[in-house]
């Protein structure tokens, strides 16, 4: 019976609190409280969906309160400084005190175990160098008519629709004030992002947003009208992305909003579909071709792409693409499998694509080894918030970083992960104007500059302890990572490095180029014959 305590309970008092009221008006509260718990337990009882409830009226009530709040208990009260799933707590108190030019510094010694399997540090030098600025520069697109100068600390593409207006607009405008880029997202460029006239990179995805034709396709005449504005800097294919690589998606009519409408280009009233592969091209050298053609279009600016790392194949395809044409892309963005995003299936953020580093140092090899690297520029993002983490990324093989959460928290984001249900509590990841309205453009826009600010003046300062002078000296042999208790070892000893034009003479003694280069094919994204063999092996 004590499932039924409550329920119980509630109907035995329900005609007390009816007398006492008779007597005592105000136990009529009484009463109507009773009876709602009364009401409550009944319809647990009658209903048939949850026999939870059925078989615990009313103090299943309970437990679902205490479920829904499970995440926030565990943030708060649960989870240690350095529990980085998504993001620690010291990992956020560090963006939130370099947004707000609070003090950063650490008292009384690291909290994390110098003697733990995958300490990261690096290396300092006697004869540390002087460094009197911390604006560092890469220069991508040198041989375009346009080229660009880009920071080596940028915003991540986040589109207008996952984020707020307001959230838009804060970005940007710390963008402008900071002399850094911030990428559209697949969203393309909406009124908030033009509004302040912050640098922006425009990312085309598979829906070909903003420069869209009525059957979904590409449109030249479009694209020349959004890239030819000098607020573009950069333009950015998506092939894919880290936390939902290989998957399309689809906004429902009903969020399919007028600003949506005119900034997508797309009808209201229809659902908006982002296909899961572009329809532009089918091949490496078409895709090679379309980005000749996007430079063209845009009268010379830096055109490149972004892709997270799956099957190998693919890659070298486009790789061995590049080779035979010389048809170059101007940048490549890798986006690791860590990476973020407003939702995504549970299996594709857990479970597909190539992390970071490895996705990286892959896409750095490839280039390194067809004598390539030195032509195109290469980016990362992937759970990039400080100054070490910037270090250790270019010391991969990045030519700089982006960022999208670490920038979302700068904003005041307190990872509720609510992104996916439009009522983010800080009115940043949200459509509702009831939220984002109360979210202070200017002022974030501030703590937007002041993260970027002080995390690029952070990373001069490494470089100097290290006795460097800019961000591209970095090599994997200033990382060091401890392999177990008693051994150490260097970046460049943990990871292969191809050496310059490496293959264009031999297959490498690398597992990844050894099983797959040979076979790759700059025609197809296709798997090579065996692969397919495999694939239909249990048929036979």
Known sequence: MHRYLVYVLAILLLPVCLWLATIWPVWYWGVGGTLAVVVLGTWDLLQKRSTLRRNYPVMAHFRY??????PEIRQYFVQSDLEDVPFSRQQRALIYQRSKNE??????????????????????????????????RVLIGPNCAKPYSASVFNISAMSFGSLSANAIRALNEGARRGSFYHDTGEGSISPYHREMGGDLVWEIGSGYFGCRDDAGGFSEEKFVANANTDQVKMI?????????????????????????????GVPMGVDCVSPSKHSAFSTPVELL?????????????????????????????????????????????????EGGTGAAPAEFIDHVGVPMHEALLLVHNTLVGLDLRDRIKVGAAGKVTSAFEIARTIALGADWCNAGRGFMFALGCIQSLSCHSDKCPTGI?????????????????????????N???????????????HPSELGPEHILRRVSPVEIRSLAS?????????????????????????????????????????RTSKSR
């Open 65 to 70: 309160g205490l479920e829904s709040i499970g």
């Open 103 to 136: 003090m950063d510094v650490v008292p009384f010694g690291t909290l994390r175990s110098t003697y733990a399997v995958d300490y990261e540090w690096i290396n300092h030098s006697l004869a540390p160098t002087e460094i009197a600025h911390s604006d560092f």
């Open 236 to 264: 950015e294919i998506k092939l894919s992305q880290g936390a939902k690589p290989g998957h399309g998606g689809v906004l429902p009519a009903a969020k399919v909003s007028a600003e949506i409408s005119v900034t997508r």
């Open 289 to 337: 071709q379309f980005v000749a053609r996007l430079r063209e279009l845009s009268g010379g600016k830096p055109v490149g792409f972004k892709l997270a790392i799956g099957h190998p194949w693919e890659w070298f395809g486009i790789a061995k693409a590049m080779h035979e044409t010389q048809l170059l892309p101007d940048f490549i963005v890798v986006d690791g499998a």
């Open 429 to 453: 990841a949200t459509q509702d104007p009831h939220r984002w309205r109360h979210l202070d453009a200017a002022d974030k826009a501030t703590r937007v500059h002041s993260y970027h600010d």
């Open 455 to 469: 995390t690029v003046r952070a990373l001069r300062d490494l470089l100097c302890a290290a006795g460097l002078n």
């Open 494 to 534: 943990l990871y292969r490095y191809l050496a310059p034009g490496e293959l264009l003479r031999q297959v490498p003694d690398h597992a990844v180029f050894h099983d797959y280069w040979s076979d790759a094919r700059s025609d197809s994204f296709q798997p090579p014959a065996r692969i397919q063999a495999l």
